[in-house]
């Protein structure tokens, strides 16, 4: 592919979506699960599991985002209490270099996905518009975001990690 992705920390945002936009930004997370399945089940293992270098397999990006589902819920969790600051998240990603996805069934590490993905949505689908107004400062990138731009901020990610699978897949899959 020819356009270069922006490092993930890099990224810079600006939340401004109408509240409107809520149930589409929701319905883009939901689908993650389904996306992350059809982009990794029909390939072999040894490909799944092969890292570029030092880069993270496909299976250790998808067990990335299986990684960060505690921390997703636990910031719905400071918007419903009224926290003025989002928890911060381990930004040397320690889980996911711990983990061991490569070592893990494929299927195991999409189910749990799911389920987690699941529960995510539900915790989502529980605010209403008021509250999917509210703020909390977001730690890395030191600016305010409602609840609707964390779930756009959840969103990008996936697709971050989707985009890079992608690469991955065209880096190593015969032509």
Same mark, same amino acid.
């Given at each position: ?97 711990? !983990?061991?996805?490569? =070592?893990?069934?494929? /299927?195991?590490? *999409?189910? %749990?996905?799911?389920?987690?993905? +699941?529960? &995510? ?29 964390? !779930?756009?901020?959840? =969103?990008?990610?996936? /697709?971050?990690? *989707?985009? %890079?699978?992608?690469?991955?897949? +065209?880096? &190593?899959?015969?032509?």
């Amino acid at each position: 592919m020819l356009i270069q992705r922006v490092r993930w920390f890099e990224r810079e945002f600006v939340f401004d979506l109408p509240v409107w936009m809520y149930p589409n930004v929701v319905e883009r997370v939901r689908g993650t699960p389904a996306r992350l399945e059809d982009r990794l089940l029909a390939l072999p293992r040894e490909l799944v599991t092969r890292r570029d270098g030092d880069r993270w397999s496909m299976q250790e990006h998808a067990g990335h985002l299986l990684d960060l589902g505690e921390l997703d819920l636990a910031r719905l969790e400071d918007f419903r209490a009224g926290r003025e600051r989002l928890r911060p998240a381990d930004l040397q990603n320690r889980k996911t270099h711990e !983990a061991d996805h490569n =070592a893990a069934p494929l /299927d195991a590490i *999409l189910r %749990a996905f799911r389920a987690e993905r +699941a529960a &995510f949505v539900r915790g989502l689908e529980e605010f209403d518009e008021r509250a999917v107004l509210r703020t909390a400062v977001h730690p890395r990138l030191g600016q305010p975001m409602r609840v609707l731009d964390f !779930a756009f901020f959840i =969103a990008e990610h996936d /697709d971050h990690h *989707l985009a %890079a699978i992608s690469e991955l897949v +065209a880096k &190593f899959s015969p032509t």
